[in-house]
């Protein structure tokens, strides 16, 4: 059975920091891209980082950049996501999701494989 878990979600103060990881089951990370969601209350899934497993190419988007760093390592059949300067309106929750081949995309609609969800909250 095919499988992503998502961990290393939680309660954090703004400016705080967290790492989530994104752990594979039942199949290999490799010549996979492997994006993170978000998705707050009341808002569309917004897609915020896709990185190739093949050669570590990673894209991030606006609202993250120079804050979240995107990694992988395939031989642990993980993704990892660095959140730094964490802000109150970075509070979601977190999704993984893997589709076959390299090219890296935040379109959610290009992903097969889907993780259950972890919840970030960044509040005072």
């Known amino acids: 059975q095919l499988q992503l878990v998502e961990s290393g979600g939680g309660l954090v103060q703004p400016g705080g920091s967290l790492r989530l990881s994104c752990a594979a089951s039942g199949f290999t990370l490799d010549y996979h891209a492997v994006g993170w969601f978000r998705q707050a209350p009341g808002k569309g899934r917004e897609g915020i980082s896709s990185i190739s497993t093949s050669d570590g190419f990673a894209v991030y988007a606006d609202s993250v950049k120079g804050r979240f760093t995107i990694s992988t390592d395939t031989a642990k059949k993980t993704v990892y996501l660095e959140m730094n300067s964490l802000k109150p309106e970075d509070t979601a929750v977190y999704y993984c999701?893997?589709?076959?081949?390299?090219?890296?995309?935040?379109?959610?609609?290009?992903?097969?494989?889907w993780g259950q969800g972890t919840q970030v909250t960044v509040s005072s």
């Open positions: 999701a893997a589709k076959s081949g390299s090219l890296v995309s935040l379109g959610r609609n290009e992903y097969r494989y």
